[in-house]
């Protein structure tokens, strides 16, 4: 959050993060949560960031249940832990074995580092391990009641993509419509049926 308070963007796999610690393991609604981040987000287009929350927070039932481990995801994408003390001064002199989970440093580690959990950083607010089991096993509870297959089906006739599976590693066959061959985009005037202007 600090990183994306002080320089208005964050990269796709920390938004995903961020929505899903928001809606699965502290249980937050995905709207006033979306509208915050869509106050802070330089990039921000409604069009692109409501779907978006929307499908990170399961509350569309047609894509994959996407819930993050941020202790995981530290690991797999900061292991040194540069970001996170770029943006967290206080964990700054954490050993790189505990940066996941500062909370697990033992007492002496802690005063070394001059990070004392719950006065110079804050404890976990939840057990992420028991949250990342409980919400999986909450989601897929509803998911498999028949009113929410019934409301899945029809997000999916509405919104859902029309192509179909393709074979792993085949490329799609994409055809065009100009006389010799090569794809060419259309003007926004053609787009909408208009005749440009003389001149422009």
């Known amino acids: 959050m600090r990183a ?3 320089g208005g963007w964050i990269n796709f796999r920390m938004r ?4 899903s610690v928001a809606s699965y393991m502290l249980w937050l609604d995905w709207r006033p949560t979306s509208r915050f981040l869509a106050q802070h987000f330089l990039d921000y287009e409604p069009g692109i960031h409501y779907p978006q ?12 249940l996407r819930v993050y481990n941020p202790t995981k995801q530290i690991r797999d994408h900061d292991k040194e832990g540069k970001f996170i003390k770029r943006y967290v001064p206080e964990l700054a002199n ?3 074995k505990y940066i996941a989970e500062p909370w697990k440093m033992p007492e002496k580690v802690q005063q070394s580092s001059g990070c004392i959990i719950g006065k110079d950083y804050p404890g976990p607010i939840v057990d992420l391990k028991e949250m990342y089991k409980e919400s999986r096993a909450r989601i897929g509870a509803v998911r498999k009641q028949l009113k929410s297959k019934e409301e899945a089906k029809k997000v999916y006739e509405k919104h859902g993509s029309r192509m179909r599976p393709r074979a792993r590693g085949s490329k799609r066959k994409i055809s065009s419509s100009s006389e010799d061959g090569s794809m060419k985009q259309k003007s926004l005037n053609e787009f909408m049926g208009k005749k440009p202007r003389p001149g422009a």
Not at 16 to 19: D, N, R, S
Not at 53 to 64: K, V
């Open 4 to 6: 994306l308070l002080k």
């Open 16 to 19: 995903a993060m961020l929505v």
């Open 53 to 64: 929350f929307q499908m990170q927070a399961g509350t569309t039932g047609i894509n994959a």
């Open 94 to 96: 954490v050993p790189t």
